[in-house]
C-alpha cells in the first residue's frame, strides 16, 4: 500500500461534470487530483446540446474557441434542429413549430433567442467530443487526472475525507481532501453511502440506446432533425442525429418488465435499426449501446459535511431540453399584468436564460441562479430591475424550487 497524500479537492468522475470541475478548480486555482475508473472514454453520445450558460462559463475558462472549433466539425450535413414524425424515419413527416422551428438554423443558436444579450451561444456539441476537449485543457493546465482509478471506500469526518482508491493493476492507496466532489453519475455510490435521499419521479419511458454506423444521407434527401420520433410495426422509439450523415443514436423504447439490455444482442438491434429506419437491407454496425429511462431524481441536499454533489449524482432528469450537464435547479414561471414575463423552466438549468420581454421589445436576461445580463441600451430601470429580482427570489424561497410543476403560475 502506498503512502497517504494530500490534496484540497478530490473529484470523483471523470465525465462531464467531473471534468468540468476539475476546470473550473484550476480557473480559482485550487489544486485537485480527479479520479476516474474508466481507462478509455465513453463512445456513446448522449449530451448533444450545451445551453448559454454552461457555453458561457466554458468561456469563462478560456474554452469557448476550442469547444467552437470541434462544434464545427461536428455536423457533416444539415443544421442542428427540428423534429419529424412517422412509421419510420423514411416515412417520417417534419412537424411545425411556427417561429422556433424556422429560427432553429439560424445565427445565435437553435434556441432562436435573437434578443439574447449573452456573448455565448448555445452550442450543438455531442459529449463524446466535448469530454476530450475538457480532459485535454485539464491535462494542459497542470490538473492531476487518474482514470483507471476507482475510488472504493470513503470517510468524512469533520477535517475533510479520507478516500481508498484502487489503480487497474490493483494497487490500492489512501488520500486525503479537504473536500470531495462525487460527480460519479446518476447511481453515485458517493451519495448512497452519505445516506442523501432525494425526491424522485418515476420513469414512464424506458429505452436501449443503439449507437450505430448507419448511412441515411441518400435516405434523407438533404433533410435533417434533431430527433425523429418512430411509432411503427412492433417498434417505438427516437432517432437522435449525431452527424447527420452516418452516424445516429437509436433510442429504441422496451417494457423492462419484460425485457432488458441483455434481451437486445446486437442482431437485434441492427434489425430494429432498420425497422426505424425503413429499409430492411440497409448497413448497420452497432458501436455502442446502453439502457436508460425518463426518471428524474433531485437530491434533498447537495452537500453533506465535507461532500458536495454535483452533475447526475446530484440530479437526474429526462434528456429533452438538453438540462442534465448543468449545475443547478430552476424555479416556476410567473406572469404579471405589466406586460412583463418571467418565464423560468421549470426543468434544471442555469442557463435557461428566460427573458422577460420588455414592451418596447428589449428583452433582459433573468436566471434562475440569480444571474442578471442586460444590455445597457434597454432603458432599464432600477425598478424595473428589483420587481424582477424580488418575483424571482420569492418564487425560489417559496417552497423547493425544483418542484414546481411546468407552467406553474405563481403570482
Ligand atoms: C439519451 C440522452 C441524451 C442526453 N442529452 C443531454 C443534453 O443534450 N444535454 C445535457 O446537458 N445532458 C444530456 N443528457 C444527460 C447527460 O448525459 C448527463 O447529465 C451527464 O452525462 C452527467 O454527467 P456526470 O459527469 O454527472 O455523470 P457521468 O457522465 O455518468 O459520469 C460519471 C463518471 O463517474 C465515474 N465513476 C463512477 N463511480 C466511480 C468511482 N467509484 N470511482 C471513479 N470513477 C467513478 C464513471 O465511470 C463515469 O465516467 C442526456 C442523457 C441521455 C441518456
Known amino acids: ?78 443544421h442542428f434542429g427540428g423534429a419529424s414524425r412517422g412509421r419510420s424515419v423514411c416515412e417520417a413527416a417534419a412537424l411545425d413549430f411556427g417561429g422556433r422551428s424556422a429560427a432553429a438554423g439560424k445565427p445565435g443558436g437553435p434556441m432562436g433567442f435573437t434578443n439574447d444579450p449573452s456573448p455565448a451561444n448555445f452550442v450543438f456539441v455531442p459529449q463524446v467530443l466535448l469530454e476530450p476537449v475538457l480532459e485535454e485543457a485539464a491535462r494542459e493546465r497542470g490538473g492531476e487526472l487518474r482514470f483507471g482509478n476507482e475510488l472504493v471506500q470513503f470517510a468524512s469526518d469533520d477535517d475533510g475525507v479520507t478516500a481508498t482508491l484502487r489503480d487497474q493493476d490493483g494497487m490500492v492507496s489512501t488520500l486525503r481532501a479537504d473536500y470531495l466532489v462525487a460527480a460519479d453519475g446518476a447511481g453515485s455510490p458517493i451519495r448512497q453511502a452519505l445516506g442523501i435521499t432525494g425526491w424522485e419521479v418515476a420513469p414512464t419511458r424506458y429505452y436501449i440506446n443503439v449507437f450505430a454506423r448507419v448511412d441515411l444521407t441518400e435516405l434523407l434527401g438533404g433533410r435533417s432533425f434533431s430527433q425523429c420520433d418512430i411509432a411503427g410495426d412492433g417498434v417505438r422509439g427516437v432517432v437522435l442525429c449525431k452527424n447527420n450523415t452516418d452516424e445516429w443514436s437509436f433510442h429504441i423504447e422496451y417494457d423492462p418488465a419484460r425485457e432488458t439490455l441483455a434481451d437486445y444482442p446486437p442482431e437485434r438491434c441492427v434489425a430494429v435499426v432498420r425497422a426505424m429506419v425503413g429499409d430492411p437491407d440497409i448497413a448497420v454496425e452497432v458501436l455502442a449501446q446502453s439502457a436508460w429511462d425518463t426518471g428524474s431524481f433531485v437530491a434533498d441536499e447537495y452537500r453533506r459535511g465535507r461532500a458536495f454533489l454535483a452533475g447526475d449524482a446530484a440530479h437526474r432528469h429526462m434528456p429533452w431540453g438538453g438540462f442534465g450537464g448543468k449545475w443547478r435547479a430552476a424555479a416556476g414561471k410567473a406572469g404579471r399584468d405589466t406586460g412583463v414575463e418571467i418565464a423560468v423552466h421549470a426543468l434544471p438549468a442555469t442557463d435557461c436564460a428566460d427573458h422577460l420581454h420588455l414592451p418596447d421589445g428589449g428583452a433582459l436576461l433573468l436566471r434562475p441562479d440569480m444571474h442578471v445580463a442586460a444590455r445597457s441600451d434597454e432603458g432599464l430601470t432600477p425598478a424595473w430591475l428589483d420587481e424582477s429580482l424580488r418575483l424571482l427570489t420569492d418564487s425560489a424561497n417559496a417552497a423547493a424550487p425544483q418542484r414546481f410543476a411546468a407552467g406553474s403560475i405563481l403570482d
Open 1 to 78: 500500500m502506498k503512502s497517504e497524500e494530500r490534496v484540497p479537492v478530490l473529484i470523483v468522475g471523470g465525465g462531464l461534470v467531473g471534468l468540468s470541475t476539475a476546470l473550473f478548480l484550476e480557473y480559482q486555482d485550487i489544486p485537485y487530483v480527479l479520479v476516474e475508473r474508466r481507462v478509455t472514454r465513453s463512445v456513446l453520445p448522449r449530451a448533444r446540446g450545451m445551453h448559454t450558460r454552461a457555453a458561457e462559463m466554458f468561456r469563462q475558462v478560456g474554452l469557448q474557441g476550442r469547444i467552437q472549433e470541434v462544434a464545427a466539425t461536428v455536423l457533416k450535413s444539415g
